[in-house]
C-alpha cells in the first residue's frame, strides 16, 4: 500500500525557534493535510490544501502557522516561533479527493524545551 | 459536522467479536460514517466507510440502522494487535467535505 512520509521522526528545538517539518504525500493525490495530537488527547485538524492554496483550516492554525508545497513532492508545516504548548505529534495526510478515505503518516514528534 | 459520541474505552478477551457504537443524533442527509484506528506513536488509519444497512470488508463489519443516528463497528475475533484507538467520524462526502473532525475515541484493550 502507498505511503506517506513525514521527517524527521523526532524533532527537539527550543522555544521562540522556527521549525520545518516535511511530509511527501502518496504521488497521484491532490489534498494535503496536517493535524495534530497532544499526548493523551485527541488528533486536532490544523490544515487542508488543495491547488496550491488553503482549502480550509483550524483556529489552532494561527499566523505562527504556515504551509507550503515548494515542489511536486513535499509539503510542509513552518511553525514560525514555536511554543511550549506546540510539543505534540504532527500528522501528515493526503487523500485522492476530497471524498476519499485519508492516507496518514507516521508522524513527527516536535518537543519545544 | 454531527458530533459524535463513542464509549471511552472497552475491554475484551483474544478471540472474541467486539462492537463499538457511535452515537451521531444529528446526522444529515448527506453525511457518510467512516471508521478509523489508531495505534500508539502512528497516524489514524482507515478502516471502512459506510451511508447506511451494512458494510463489511476483510477487517471489519459497519452496521448501520434505518434512522441513522448510530453505527456500530464490528471487530470479529479480536486479536493482540487490534488493541488501539479507534474513531467514529461523520462528514458530508457529497459537499466534498472530508470529516475532519475526530472525536475522543474508543480505546479498546485486547486481555490474552
Known amino acids: 500500500e502507498p505511503e506517506v512520509t513525514q521527517t524527521p521522526s523526532h524533532q527537539v528545538t527550543q522555544m521562540g525557534q522556527e521549525v520545518i517539518l516535511r511530509c511527501v504525500p502518496i504521488s497521484n493525490h491532490l489534498y494535503f493535510y496536517w493535524y495534530r495530537q497532544i499526548l493523551g488527547q485527541k488528533v486536532e485538524f490544523l490544515v487542508s490544501f488543495y491547488n496550491n492554496e488553503i482549502s480550509e483550516k483550524s483556529e489552532i492554525f494561527d499566523d505562527q502557522f504556515s504551509v507550503e508545497r515548494p515542489d511536486g513532492s513535499n509539503f510542509t508545516l513552518k511553525i514560525r516561533s514555536t511554543k511550549l504548548e506546540d510539543s505534540a505529534m504532527y500528522f501528515c495526510a493526503s487523500n485522492g479527493g476530497r471524498n476519499e478515505k485519508l492516507f496518514f503518516g507516521s508522524g513527527t514528534q516536535l518537543s519545544v524545551l | 459536522l454531527a458530533k459524535t459520541t463513542q464509549p471511552i474505552s472497552m475491554d475484551s478477551y483474544e478471540g472474541q467479536e467486539v462492537n463499538i457504537t457511535c452515537s451521531h443524533n444529528n446526522i444529515a442527509t448527506n453525511d457518510y460514517i467512516t471508521w478509523y484506528q489508531q495505534f500508539p506513536s502512528q497516524g489514524p488509519r482507515f478502516i471502512i466507510q459506510?451511508?447506511?444497512t451494512k458494510v463489511t470488508n476483510e477487517v471489519a463489519s459497519l452496521f448501520i440502522p434505518a434512522d441513522r443516528k448510530s453505527s456500530t463497528l464490528s471487530l470479529p475475533r479480536v486479536s493482540l494487535s487490534d488493541t488501539a484507538v479507534y474513531y467514529c467520524?461523520?462528514?458530508?462526502?457529497?459537499?466534498?467535505?472530508?470529516?475532519?473532525?475526530f472525536g475522543k475515541g474508543t480505546r479498546l484493550s485486547v486481555i490474552a
Open positions: 459506510g451511508y447506511k
Open positions: 467520524l461523520v462528514g458530508d462526502l457529497a459537499s466534498g467535505n472530508t470529516p475532519l473532525v
